[in-house]
């Protein structure tokens, strides 16, 4: 791909990341995010566009808001940063698909949001779910030659989660969770889900208990951020990943 174009990719990147942030601040709260400016968390101040200028703006400011001073979350540039990132590498893989490219970069910045909502509340937003499956349903539809590893990977691991949610009484697997894997599957078809659920399952299951061993946390897990990071990744590398898995049996 003309690296032109993988360098407005990443910019759009940087700058969707910033509305991430917004998403992300915002949703739980239950505050409306599209009509009103974008302002500072601490005294309201609202931004001017030169405030609001991805990962230069925090640099120039040297973290604080213009107004009050207050230091400002690490997490604007960070969240950015990964976001151009993630979109660079998505254009970057799938070359001249657009359509791809468009429905893996939209994947990556749900995921984002999702993962962090998730570590500081326990829920995922229905809103963010469905965004997710009406990616989905334009994959499905533009790719129906494959429709049934589209419809096989909504089921597949959401129905197991679904068993779990029952079986548990809601306390081994949360709702959010069966529902973002449904909709992930829709878009990534079975094996690419499947993909996700061992990604998402053996990093989670790592990380939690080094950091219940370090820390002394409870057992409450939020499942969203790893499965989040292993539907990413499979989108991203899932077809080299399971190309090379196979390729190791002559497949």
């Known amino acids: 791909m003309n690296i032109l174009v993988l360098i407005l990719i990443a910019v759009l990147g940087l700058c969707v990341g910033s509305f991430c942030n917004v998403l992300i601040f915002r949703i739980p709260k239950g505050e409306e995010f599209v009509k009103t400016s ?15 200028i991805p990962l230069l703006s925090f640099a120039m400011q040297k973290g604080r808001c213009r107004a009050c001073g207050a230091a400002l979350s690490p997490q604007y540039p960070a969240v950015e940063a990964i976001n151009g990132i993630l979109w660079l590498l998505a254009g970057i893989c799938f070359g001249g698909d657009y359509l791809k490219i468009a429905l893996c970069c939209c994947l990556v910045s749900l995921c984002i949001v999702i993962s962090l909502i998730d570590w500081r509340t326990y829920e995922i937003p229905n809103g963010l779910n469905l965004a997710i499956f009406v990616l989905g349903l334009v994959r499905l539809f533009t790719d129906l030659g494959n429709w049934q590893s589209y419809l096989i990977g909504m089921v597949c691991v959401s129905l197991l989660f679904l068993i779990l949610w029952f079986a548990t009484g809601g306390n081994g697997i949360g709702m959010g969770d069966v529902k973002l894997m449904g909709a992930a599957g829709l878009l990534l078809g079975w094996k690419s889900i499947l993909l996700a659920l061992i990604i998402g399952s053996v990093s989670g299951s790592i990380i939690h208990i080094v950091r219940m061993r370090r820390s002394g ?25 399971i190309g090379a898995y196979l390729g190791l049996f002559g497949l």
Do not use: R, V
């Not at 601490?42 to 566009?49: A, N, T, V, Y």
């Not at 897990?221 to 990943?241: H, N, Q, R």
């Open 38 to 52: 974008s302002h500072c968390m601490h005294c309201g101040h609202q931004l001017k566009w030169y405030e609001n």
């Open 217 to 241: 946390e409870g057992k409450k897990l939020a499942f969203g951020p790893y499965l989040s990071a292993g539907i990413i990744i499979a989108a991203l590398f899932g077809d080299a990943i």
